[in-house]
């Protein structure tokens, strides 16, 4: 059933931490250097949030900044959506205890995983929640703390990611309003699974002191091949975007991809002849946040005046899993 409902970004907000891990931080810690790191990734420093802080401390924060964008209260949502893969406990949700942390009750809430994906995956839920009629205000979520999970001493992974937190408040709008998610694209290729996996913690490998001495609780990852594979499925899912909804490459004023690597990024504009400094990059000051990546940076180009209210703007990630997704919209 088709209705006149379709959803509208109605306000963002971020936080990162204010710790730093510095590329001369990692230097001391594996076998790398600055240079190497800057041109491989683009990367200068990652956040770091201090022990005792969890991962809905930062979603806490982010959130409260993107209800006063949207000139709203945590009473007037209707459902919590959380995408991360490090949230503060595997059960219960990192939703649910937002929720409780937001001093509201009641209205649903669940995580999604899909990790680096997982926020357009969310705000695709969120969209289908919309248009359906059953809901009119959700708090979409990115939150990590993935330095939790890192291994300090692999040189592959330990020089990519930081911890941070973005949120969007989506809201009902009617159909003719020019300022609306057009739609999202999202895929999943089970078979590549093994590119990036954190092994213990589930039903497969369950948290043993085994477990530990193999270093089995740190994300384990094959870079060279992800890299290939995000070009790829970024640039396949942006297409299906764009063919969708008959818009060129040229209508499009911002690119907002996850953001793992500066060279990834620039793969997938160029794939688009999309030219550079119409792709919003911060890895060089976030590293690689996870599902945060994108609702940070899309919130940070909205706070320093380059995405504007009226611009067309196109989100798209992937992540293990391998996930992938898109999601074309009017800011
Ligand atoms: O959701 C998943 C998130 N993961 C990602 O997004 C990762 C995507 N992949 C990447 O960003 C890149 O593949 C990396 C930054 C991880 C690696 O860059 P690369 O250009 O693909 O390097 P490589 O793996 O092909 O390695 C090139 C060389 C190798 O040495 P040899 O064999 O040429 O002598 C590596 O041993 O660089 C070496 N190397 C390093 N050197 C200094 C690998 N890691 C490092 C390092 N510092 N940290």
């Avoid at 609306?180 to 490998?205: N, Q, R, Y």
Wanted: glycine share 8%; charged share 20%; aromatic share 8%.
């Amino acid at each position: 059933m088709s209705t006149a409902y379709r959803t509208r970004i109605a306000g963002t907000g971020s936080y990162l931490p204010p710790g730093l891990i510095t590329n001369q931080d990692i230097e001391k810690m594996v076998d790398t250097n600055d240079q190497w790191i800057v041109e491989r990734t683009g990367i200068k420093h990652r956040h770091k949030a201090d022990l005792g802080v969890v991962t809905t401390d930062l979603a806490f924060q982010a959130t409260q900044k993107a209800l006063a964008d949207a000139g709203m209260t945590a009473n007037q949502l209707d459902l919590i959506i959380f995408a991360t893969i490090t949230g503060d406990q595997p059960t219960p949700s990192s939703a649910c205890v937002l929720q409780h942390k937001l001093g509201i009750s009641s209205i649903p809430a669940f995580d999604i995983s899909a990790a680096c994906s997982g926020f357009v995956y969310s705000i695709s839920i969120a969209d289908q929640f919309i248009r359906s009629g059953m809901y009119k205000n959700i708090l979409v979520v990115g939150a990590e703390i993935i330095t939790r999970f890192v291994n300090y001493k692999d040189r592959d992974t330990c020089i990519l990611f930081g911890d941070g937190a973005g949120a969007f408040i989506v809201s009902r709008t009617e159909a003719n309003d020019p300022n609306v998610i057009f739609s999202s694209h999202l895929g999943a290729e089970g078979s590549l699974g093994d590119l990036f996996v954190l092994p213990a913690g589930g039903s497969k490998i369950p948290f043993r002191q085994e477990a530990l001495d193999a270093g089995e609780h740190w994300f384990r990852m094959k870079g060279r091949e992800i890299f290939k594979n995000a070009v790829r499925t970024m640039s396949a899912v942006c297409a299906q975007a764009l063919e969708h909804n008959k818009v060129t490459s040229a209508e499009i004023d911002w690119l907002v991809p996850h953001q793992a690597n500066n060279r990834i990024l620039e793969a997938v504009a160029d794939h688009f002849h999309f030219p550079k400094d119409k792709v919003i990059s911060i890895v060089h000051e976030m590293g690689n946040t996870s599902a945060a990546t994108v609702p940070v940076a899309f919130d940070t180009a909205v706070r320093d005046g380059r995405i504007k209210r009226g611009q067309m703007v196109l989100l798209t990630a992937f992540g293990a899993g391998l996930t992938s997704g898109s999601c074309l919209l009017r800011y």
